[in-house]
């Protein structure tokens, strides 16, 4: 019913930067938080922002004053620029989305496929 697509990973160095994109379609009534989880190899997948609806932010300690959450509402779309990549932040990142759907009016939790960020040394 819902459809949750991320892009824009790839391969960058160290210092760099990248722009993620998460866009949620389908049968949407509103969307209400939408975060950034990250899963490194052989570790758990951990949150890494969150914005809500109404554009409130949290960040992990690892990201803070790097990363910045951002989301267009009307595009049902959030972004992740990311800055100062660091070797560590290398994973799939991952988007969820807590949607209320039309039909039932009630709300569920959709993941994307995930995208790759790689960063070199």
């Known amino acids: 019913q819902v459809q949750v697509v991320e892009s824009g990973g790839g391969l960058v160095q160290a210092g760099g930067s990248l722009r993620l994109s998460c866009s949620a379609s389908?049968?949407?009534?509103?969307?209400?938080?939408m975060d950034w989880y990250r899963q490194a190899p052989g570790k758990q997948r951990e949150l890494v922002a969150r914005i809500t609806s109404g554009g409130g932010t949290n960040y992990a300690d690892s990201v803070k004053g790097r990363f910045t959450i951002s989301r267009d509402n009307a595009k049902n779309t959030a972004y992740l620029q990311m800055n100062s990549l660091k070797p560590e932040d290398t994973a799939v990142y991952y988007c969820n989305a807590d949607v209320t759907i039309i039909t039932t009016k009630r709300s569920y939790s959709y993941w994307g496929q995930g995208t790759q960020v790689t960063v070199s040394s």
């Open positions: 389908g049968n949407i009534l509103r969307i209400n938080t």
